[in-house]
Antibody, heavy 121, light 107 residues
Framework: EVQILETGGGLVKPGGSLRLSCATSGFNFNDYFINWVRQAPGKGLEWVGQIRHRYYDHATYYAESLEGRVTITRDDSKSTVFLQVNNLRTEDTAIYYC????????????WGQGVMVTVSS | DVQMTQSPYNLAASPGESVSINCKASKSISKYLAWYQQKPGKANKLLIYDGSTLQSGIPSRFSGSRSGTDFTLTISSLEPEDFGLYYCQQHNEYPYTFGAGTKLELK
């Protein structure tokens, strides 16, 4: 059974940093790209970024609105992906979801339940 | 970036009715559009991809169609569990972009 679990959320002050984890199981992690998608309270979904698997040298792609503040990495030995966000702003307050896709399919067939990040002083 | 214009924002219907949700891309995305369902406390669910391909395990009352850059999700004969939020997403190019969402409510 495919499982995706995000952890690491919480309350952070503006200007601070946060590192979220996305632990996966139940599928061959090395065959999948992993994405982060976020959703501000009462708003729609926003793609944050993607990390490809090792066959694409772990290449990363980011939403332009976050570029420079966000880094996605992965630990293939632990089937886990990380999202680091620096210089947090109140508008980064959102539920952050982890999703997967493949090179062939760029839609998200499995999602985690998400983790809440609140940026507030 | 490809802008996805989704409509309507809200939709009220009764069980047994059929409803349609629309998504228009700001430029050609070929057939590469997905539809998701979002419900509180549950992981988002992929319903349709490539415009009209039903994801495995999704009931056949869900269907997708395309006309150029216009895409439609149709739910025929609504079941009580179909009420929730629906989003479209273009999966043709980076950055992936979503529609603003449609809230399907019980009339």
């Amino acid at each position: 059974e495919v499982q995706i679990l995000e952890t690491g959320g919480g309350l952070v002050k503006p200007g601070g940093s946060l590192r979220l984890s996305c632990a996966t199981s139940g599928f061959n992690f090395n065959d999948y790209f992993i994405n982060w998608v976020r959703q501000a309270p009462g708003k729609g979904l926003e793609w944050v970024g993607q990390i490809r698997h090792r066959y694409y040298d772990h290449a990363t792609y980011y939403a332009e609105s976050l570029e420079g503040r966000v880094t996605i990495t992965r630990d293939d030995s632990k089937s886990t992906v990380f999202l680091q966000v620096n210089n947090l702003r109140t508008e980064d307050t959102a539920i952050y979801y982890c999703t997967r896709n493949t090179y062939v399919f760029h839609f998200f067939d499995y999602w985690g339940q998400g983790v809440m990040v609140t940026v507030s002083s | 970036d490809v802008q996805m214009t989704q409509s309507p924002y809200n939709l009220a219907a009764s069980p047994g009715e059929s409803v349609s949700i629309n998504c228009k891309a700001s430029k050609s995305i070929s057939k590469y559009l997905a539809w998701y369902q979002q419900k509180p406390g549950k992981a988002n669910k992929l319903l349709i991809y490539d415009g009209s391909t039903l994801q495995s395990g999704i009931p056949s009352r869900f269907s997708g169609s395309r006309s150029g850059t216009d895409f439609t999700l149709t739910i025929s004969s609504l079941e009580p569990e179909d009420f929730g939020l629906y989003y479209c997403q273009q999966h043709n190019e980076y950055p992936y972009t979503f529609g603003a969402g449609t809230k399907l409510e019980l009339k």
